[in-house]
């Protein structure tokens, strides 16, 4: 759907009640037309994001992301498409700007139709996260496409009861995002209880999980409370379930079908009250399938199921990920080291990636970390740009914003015609490519 031209449009005015409505919004709002411009903004949007949108001139693409055209046109989802062929409500998750830096939306777009059942405006919710953070603060951080997906499925998860299940990796953050999604939930004020399942024989797992009796057996001098007793009114987090043994399954089972349990030594059930979050690297299929985890507990535990990507598949984030993990430090990693980030298959995930820096702040006397401070020193290739011939910029010091646009423009002209193929040797999503290609574009316009 292309735009139409400013000459062609005829500004539509929204009724005073649709204007009440808007502002009887309590998280940031605006109104939209079909072709994008920002018709009204409310009371809520003006002091989250510091200003209004200028009425009827500024769209909704320029002032969320910097774009100059619609988000699906820069390799974003656009909700006003979707809503605009779908005639209902959509909802989609992006970083919008703002004043302190990126920021993680829930973007839910209403169309509102006119007497002849035709869409005439767009209503846009705006609800700033907390899952996750879009800068470099905090632990749980990312900006890409696959983490913006897990963060989707958090958020949508986050309100209700429902087991949680996160796959992955060791390494990708699965109690990051158990934290977060316990934070975002009704039980944020109460405990968030962990469990490493795998360090849980069979002697210790009853009096662990459930607690036991004073008297329950020898050198049980006192009673002890267990962790699901201690995760009362808060999340209990099951890590690496996948390695329970089958003889305890049963008796997880038991608990989390019956809802309560009995301490070692008591006679006395007692009722169970958590959320449940488990998380595991194995594959949790073919154990079933072979036998070694029971399929009644899989159904119970895989209620919703979120992947967490290996960082492998996250490497848009690097940047952001090495500048989280250096905060407080005084270094940091320049384009020479970034390329040779990016290059690295990352088998032990986000975990290697911070012991990697771990050792380049070490390493490093200065406050640019080099490629020889990374990875034991190796260089590694850079898949096909590695022997594509020298780097565009030589021996010159310049400003980082130029030093990537060359690279990009260098990248592109010796891997012409191939866009996944590019975008995989930069370790960047075909997405982020475009972007980054259009910056390098705009870059040799204004030189011009």
Same mark, same amino acid.
């Given at each position: ?15 005073? &009640? ?9 998280? *940031? ?12 903004? !409310? ?10 949108? @200028?009425?009827? =001139? ?48 829930? =973007? ?43 963060? /989707?499925?958090? @958020? ?16 990708? $953050? ?44 020898? /050198? ?24 329970? *043994?089958?003889?305890?399954? =049963? @008796? ?6 019956? /809802? ?7 006679? &006395? ?12 690297? +194995? ?26 990507? *290996? ?19 005084? @270094? ?15 088998? /032990? !995930? ?20 080099? *490629? ?47 866009? #996944? ?5 930069? $370790?960047?999503?075909? +997405?982020?490519?475009?972007? #980054? ?5 705009? &870059?040799?316009?204004?030189? &011009?």
């Amino acid at each position: 759907m292309a735009l139409v031209p400013e000459a062609q449009l005829s500004t539509p005015r929204p009724s005073p &009640q649709l204007r009440e409505e808007l502002e009887a919004i309590t998280e *940031p709002a605006i109104l939209l037309s079909r072709d994008y411009r920002i018709l009204a903004a !409310n009371a809520a949007y003006a002091a989250h994001y510091g200003t209004r949108p @200028k009425a009827g =001139v500024d769209r909704c693409f320029a002032v969320s992301h910097g774009y100059e055209s619609p988000c699906d046109e820069n390799g974003e989802s656009c909700p006003l498409r979707a809503s605009l062929a779908s005639r209902a409500t959509e909802r989609v998750f992006h970083v919008h700007e703002h004043a302190e830096g990126p920021e993680h939306v829930d =973007v839910e777009l209403r169309p509102i139709l006119d007497d002849a059942g035709e869409v005439r405006f767009f209503l846009e919710i705006i609800t700033p996260l907390t899952l996750a953070s879009a800068r470099a603060a905090g632990a749980f951080v990312g900006r890409g496409a696959a983490f913006l997906e897990v963060l /989707g499925l958090l @958020k949508r998860a986050a309100p209700s009861e429902v087991p949680v299940l996160l796959l992955g990796e060791s390494g990708t $953050g699965k109690e990051l995002a158990a934290r977060a999604l316990h934070a975002a939930s009704e039980r944020r004020e109460g405990p968030f209880v962990p469990v490493e399942c795998s360090g849980l024989g069979e002697g210790l797992f009853e009096s662990e999980l459930f607690g036991h009796a004073r008297g329950a057996f020898t /050198g049980a001098h006192a009673r002890k409370t267990g962790l699901v007793e201690a995760a009362a009114g808060g999340t209990l987090f099951l890590d690496e379930i996948g390695d329970v *043994p089958l003889a305890l399954q =049963v @008796k997880l089972l038991r608990l989390l079908e019956s /809802g309560t349990y009995r301490p070692v030594g008591d006679v &006395q059930p007692r009722r169970a009250d958590f959320r449940l979050v488990c998380a595991t690297h +194995r594959d949790l299929d073919a154990r079933v399938a072979d036998g070694r985890f029971r399929r009644d507990l899989y159904f119970r535990i895989n209620a919703f199921p979120v992947p967490m990507p *290996p960082l492998r598949e996250r490497r848009e984030d690097l940047p952001l990920l090495t500048e989280a993990l250096l905060r407080g430090t005084g @270094k940091r990693v320049g384009p020479a080291g970034l390329a040779v980030l990016r290059a690295h298959d990352w088998p /032990g !995930n986000v975990r290697e990636l911070r012991n990697v820096l771990e050792r380049a702040v070490l390493l490093a006397d200065r406050e640019l970390i080099e *490629p020889r401070h990374l990875l034991g020193g190796r260089v590694p290739e850079a898949r096909a740009l590695s022997t594509a011939g020298p780097w565009p910029w030589g021996d010159d010091v310049l400003p980082l914003a130029e030093v990537e646009a060359r690279y990009v423009r260098w990248a592109a002209a010796r891997l012409s015609g191939d866009r #996944r193929r590019l975008a995989d040797a930069l $370790g960047l999503s075909e +997405r982020t490519l475009y972007r #980054r290609l259009r910056d390098a574009r705009a &870059q040799d316009d204004e030189s &011009q």
